[in-house]
């Protein structure tokens, strides 16, 4: 899915865990409010442009010298939610904007001269505590010193506390004959009074050429002014700007922040990034001013080239869990507070250890409600708050982007099928029941997921391992998540035994009889391709992956494309009569490939389309033997070159995630 700016949106937290060892506080994490696990509502990771990941420290608390990382989480498509980076009780916090291998292609900005030197002596002005507003000056875009320029300069500033300034930047154009023009400001049209901190954007032109703009110094009592002279002025010492190749501009993050009057002010501060593939760009943090409570977030793209902003973070209010800690958790407002499992033990509450390694299987315990507990600091907290740990020895997210770019948290995330929890539970089904794991597997996934194809998914795990065949299971059906095939396992590892195993069966009774084999055979229907080739079967539900995974795991065998078993066989040889063929010992019809039966009804079906139609061409032909070479041709074009290209069109996997679907 894309947004309205066409951006693919991809939520990724990179965090890197410090270790950390205290006398007092051991085998427990501690971290920033809001960012990853503090406060009841615990992570708060949120969207980037595709390409572009937030990274920051998160960290913990440990009893050994090891390291230890955080587990970070990907989501591919989050349709609207956006966002752009890492959030705590008092704003953004600091981290890196780090670009990929690719860079950021949804980004806009690309080809345009950023200039972010020219200034002297910095681009820096009145970096005093004792001045009334500090200006960061972080690029000019579209100056030059000869011919007409509309140049924009782009900056944070901060005001001290209590002031209200309504600045602007001096300017000096060129003249036509080439001297130097008298100066004049430019800022915001009409003026617009600064307040706190934040960023700020001002244009102007200057149809002979620019020769320079100064920050004046009536800001504050003393200090020195800062210069800035364009390419191919005599004045700049700088070397020129490199125009970008690739997308250039300024990321802007905000934070509305409220006092204790309900009075709201923004602070925001923007960074010059650009696109490069494997840059990394230093945020800092962006914070409420002492005394405010933030009450919302932004952040946006601003394009050097001029074109329109792009929202990374739609205005999102903070989450109410979030304005209440203070009120909730007061001994918890400073973000000291660690969260940590214990479990019950003769009346004892006992610690789980550094991130419960010492309950490896507490998200799965039946037990879980009452041997366990979750705290928060001195508070405890509900059981679900300690889903972070709900791999042991690994942070993983509770909460996630929404699709109105808020955060939506989850009581019980349901457990991947890579962690070591899953991992432990495939163990004890190997261990207890041996070469029957798959078809016990399979068993548990059939009553969990109808849409998967159990005989293929069985197939890839005896001969890949049962991780791969969960995987192929996932894939077949990946709108179910992993969750319901990580309870199968669980299931299947520690519940009832399964005795009934039909790992070959599509379809089972309740009462544990194969309908493969019963009932009547449907009778072929129209299916027209979907691309209007008339060539091909529809697309093939499987991804890529778990396409190799079954053709991987079929053997090689002589396949039939048209049938000669049952009544599809009777219909195919009616029509190859007409002909002279017999499509049971004929070669043209028997091939060697990768191959596993029995076929669903909607493969026969195909097939048989396919060749109605070759026989209504044939028929065009004047001869019986002009006939049958082309009834050949087109049986070889139209089924014998598509079967062999993607083999596991044979199969039930390739069709069951479509509503015409069946197997009979």
Not at 118 to 130: F, I, R
Not at 343 to 358: I, K, Q
Not at 459 to 485: I, K, Y
Not at 611 to 640: G, M, N, S
Request: charged content about 15%; hydrophobic content about 35%; aromatic content about 10%.
């Amino acid at each position: 899915m894309r947004s309205r700016l066409a951006m693919i949106l991809v939520a990724v937290l990179a965090a890197t865990a410090a270790l950390v060892a205290t006398p007092t506080q051991s085998f427990a994490f501690a971290c920033p409010p809001l960012s990853t696990l503090c406060g009841p509502g615990g992570l708060q990771t949120l969207a980037t442009a595709e390409g572009l990941t937030i990274a920051a420290e998160v960290p913990v608390v440990a009893a050994a010298p090891v390291t230890q990382a955080a587990s970070g989480f990907s989501l591919s498509t989050l349709g609207a939610s956006t966002a752009g980076g890492l959030l705590g009780l008092t704003g953004w916090l600091a981290g890196d904007a780090v670009f990929g291998d690719e860079g950021a292609d949804h980004l806009t900005g690309a080809g345009v001269a950023v200039d972010r030197r020219g200034w002297t002596p910095s681009n820096v002005l009145n970096d005093d505590p004792s001045w009334s507003l500090r200006l960061e000056i972080v690029s000019v875009t579209g100056a030059s010193y000869t011919g007409p320029s509309t140049f924009t300069v782009t900056g944070n500033y901060q005001a001290s506390a209590g002031a209200r300034l309504g600045f602007g930047l001096l300017r000096a154009c060129r003249s036509a004959s080439g001297g130097t023009l008298p100066s004049a400001y430019f800022r915001n049209v009409p003026t617009i009074y600064f307040t706190g901190s934040g960023t700020f954007s001002f244009t102007s032109t200057c149809e002979g050429g620019l020769a320079w703009i100064k920050a004046p110094t009536s800001y504050g009592s003393t200090g020195t002014s800062i210069s800035y002279y364009p390419p191919g002025s005599p004045n700049r010492t700088a070397p020129n700007p490199i125009v970008s190749e690739v997308a250039t501009g300024t990321y802007i993050r905000t934070v509305q922040c409220q006092d204790s009057t309900g009075k709201i002010q923004s602070v925001s501060h923007g960074a010059i990034l650009d696109a490069s593939p494997g840059a990394v760009f230093p945020l800092p943090e962006v914070a409420c001013p002492t005394g405010t409570s933030p009450v919302g977030f932004s952040s946006r793209w601003v394009p050097a080239d001029g074109s329109a902003s792009q929202v990374i973070t739609p205005s999102t209010p903070y989450p109410d869990w979030a304005l209440n800690i203070r009120r909730d958790f007061p001994d918890c407002a400073g973000g000291q507070c660690i969260v940590e499992l214990f479990r019950s033990t003769s009346g004892t509450d006992v610690s789980c250890g550094y991130a419960a390694t010492s309950c490896p299987d507490w998200y799965i315990s039946p037990t879980r409600a009452t041997d366990y507990t979750c705290r928060w600091g001195p508070y405890e907290v509900e059981l679900h708050y300690c889903s972070i740990f709900r791999d042991p020895g690994f942070l993983l997210p509770n909460s996630f982007p929404g699709a109105d770019g808020g955060s939506v948290y989850r009581a019980w995330p349901p457990l991947d099928l890579t962690t070591a929890v899953a991992q432990r539970a495939a163990g004890r089904i190997v261990a207890r029941y041996g070469e029957g794991a798959c078809a016990a597997v399979g068993e548990a996934v059939r009553s969990a997921l109808a849409q998967v194809s159990i005989p293929d998914m069985v197939l890839v795990c005896r001969a890949q391992g049962l991780a791969t065949g969960m995987d192929f299971a996932l894939r077949s059906w990946p709108a179910s998540g992993p969750g319901p095939l990580v309870d199968a396992l669980v299931e299947t590892a520690d519940g009832d035994p399964i005795t009934v195993l039909e790992p070959e069966c599509n379809h089972l009774s309740s009462d544990g009889r194969c309908l493969d084999d019963e009932g009547i055979e449907s009778e072929p229907e129209a299916q027209p391709d979907p691309a209007g080739s008339g060539v091909r079967p529809p697309p093939n539900c499987l991804d890529d992956t778990a396409r190799q995974q079954l053709i991987n795991s079929m053997r090689w065998e002589d396949h039939h494309m048209a049938t000669h078993f049952g009544v599809w066989g009777e219909r195919f040889q009616r029509i190859f009569d007409a002909y002279g063929l017999n499509g049971k010992t004929g070669a043209w019809n028997l091939h060697n490939m990768k191959h596993a039966g029995p076929h669903p009804w909607n493969y026969h079906n195909w097939v048989m389309q396919r060749v109605q139609a070759a026989h209504e061409y044939a028929q065009t032909f004047p001869t019986l033997e002009e006939q049958r070479e082309a009834f050949l041709d087109e049986f070889e074009r139209e089924i014998v070159d598509v079967v062999l290209q993607d083999p596991t069109v044979v199969r039930a996997a390739y069709w069951k995630c479509r509503d015409d679907y069946r197997w009979r």
